[in-house]
């Protein structure tokens, strides 16, 4: 039989991720050549030369207990497509309104500031969505949600606050209309063009708010610039102040700050936005994430040293986290990327069984249902990440609603895939869906295998972050003792 797994090494011992049962098993460094030289297992383990007594006795044990079995998934097919109008139309549970596709900046790194013809992803337009368009939108999210109790209405740009006359009628009618329903308004701005009207606004509807803040002063001006060159920080923070302020208690759990980590920047110095007194001791949220090349025309190249600062800080705060290292001073930034990372070894559990024999990789969610996003136009796609040139994203429309047939091939993105993924050790934990795998107008097998090498690896890390953290409590722990 050929075992579906995944072998790797750390400094300290031998590894496999078994795909069936998620299992992560030690192994001796001979088991561990012997699995890696011989891609299949004869059925009878105490013919194997090449092992010694105890190796055999391990594999056999092994076995026996559900690992190191051969099976894949036959059909890929995921497991919500014979349901998947019954959930779009009864438990849609979030509408995002593109209430204008207008931005007074013009940031290094947006796919949308950045003009590129259109070949990569729309450029910023004058386009300003309707009323009709939005109050359709609203409607449709109360037709689809009757077995959802508390729904979100997104408003998304550009920059949301360009048409916030439209944001405030939708609001208002969506009050009217979700009686008997929690319903609860979120947008991402750029905090620019807030007036105190529309602060107060916010929060007298409760709004929860996402700034966009990049790092001190020195470096978010570097990234995020008005038309005219000028930098946007004093505004943004200035107006984050006065929201913070007027928030009170709900300010943590109402205000967050995204920061796009540009590593054409010197890392150092985006931590630095830290010594100010206000981001060190507000306690606000900060959701740190690396710029993305995928939708420029030039790939954006890292500093000298960024790649080893980077590094460095987030294990500094791993070996917070984990409690090996105290008294370390953390800034936000490295500390939330640790806590992510071990969130994501919480979630490799081992399976109580095998793969299904029909079922699909991790990664999509299911279009129009979760996070139904609806541009300028009134056309819908899956969410607001999406290449919105694409023809094979675009799921419906305001006016005949949403084409559940192709919402369905969305879902089944991995089909145009099925030999490769059904031999993917990261099938579980598999982040690719159609809105990161669409290029120019359409999804093809090639632009979503471009996808799976960046996947792979950051799978692998994460399994021997996962093997890192067993040795934490015995050979690492041993290492201090001494």
């Known amino acids: 039989m050929r075992p579906f797994i995944h072998l790797f090494a750390t400094h300290n011992s031998y590894y496999f991720y078994d795909v069936n049962t998620e299992g992560i098993i030690e192994l001796t ?102 009323w009709e368009t939005a109050r359709k939108s609203i409607d449709l999210l109360l037709e689809n949600s009757s077995e959802t109790e508390n729904v979100c209405i997104g408003f998304y740009g550009g920059e949301p606050f360009m048409n916030f006359p439209l944001i405030r009628q939708a609001v208002e009618y969506a009050d009217k209309q979700f009686v008997g329903k929690n319903v609860t308004y979120s947008l991402t701005t750029n905090g620019t063009i807030m007036t105190d009207e529309i602060i107060s606004y916010l929060s007298d509807h409760d709004f929860r708010v996402m700034f966009s803040i990049d790092g001190p002063e020195s470096i978010h001006d570097i990234n995020r610039r008005k038309a005219d060159g000028s930098g946007s920080f004093r505004e943004a923070v200035d107006n984050l102040k006065k929201l913070y302020a007027l928030y009170g208690k709900r300010a943590k759990e109402k205000i967050h700050i995204n ?6 920047n010197d890392f150092d110095e985006i931590t630095h936005l ?109 969410c607001e990440k999406v290449n919105e040139l694409a023809e094979d994203t675009m799921i419906g429309n305001i006016n005949y609603g949403i084409d559940i047939a192709k919402a369905e091939r969305v879902l089944n993105v991995a089909q145009l895939t099925a030999d490769a993924c059904k031999e993917c050790y990261a099938f579980r934990h598999c982040s690719s869906c159609a809105v990161n795998s669409a290029r120019e107008d359409s999804i093809t097998a090639e632009s979503k295998l471009a996808q799976c090498p960046a996947i792979r690896k950051s799978f692998r890390n994460n399994l021997r972050f996962a ?5 934490i409590d015995s050979v690492y722990k041993r290492k201090i003792n001494i």
Request: proline fraction near 5%; charge should be negative.
């Open 29 to 130: 460094e001979s088991l561990f050549n012997y699995l890696s030289k011989n891609k299949d297992i004869p059925e009878d383990v105490s013919s194997i030369e090449d092992l010694c007594v105890s190796d055999r006795e391990m594999l056999l044990s092994l076995i026996n207990r559900g690992y190191l079995s051969d099976h894949r998934v036959s059909t890929i097919r995921h497991n919500h497509s014979d349901d998947i109008e019954f959930q779009i139309t009864n438990r849609m549970n979030e509408l995002i309104l593109q209430v204008t596709q207008s931005c007074n900046l013009v940031c290094s790194y947006c796919p949308f500031a950045n003009r590129t013809d259109d070949s990569f992803q729309r450029n910023h337009s004058s386009k300003k969505m309707d």
């Open 259 to 264: 920061t796009v980590i540009n590593p054409e």
């Open 274 to 382: 830290f010594d100010d007194p206000f981001f060190r001791e507000s306690g606000i949220g900060i959701n740190p994430s690396l710029v993305s090349s995928t939708k420029l025309e030039n790939e954006i190249q890292n500093k000298d040293d960024f790649v080893e600062k980077f590094a460095y800080d987030r294990f500094r705060a791993l070996m917070s986290r984990l409690g090996i290292v105290k008294g370390i001073s953390l800034d936000p930034v490295s500390d939330f990327l640790a806590l992510r990372q071990i969130e994501k070894n919480d979630g490799i559990t081992e399976a109580s069984g095998r793969l299904g024999d029909i079922t699909a990789p991790g990664g999509p969610c299911i279009p129009g249902q979760r996070r139904l996003f609806v541009n300028a136009d009134g056309n819908f796609y899956p």
């Open 467 to 471: 093997a890192l953290v067993r040795e």
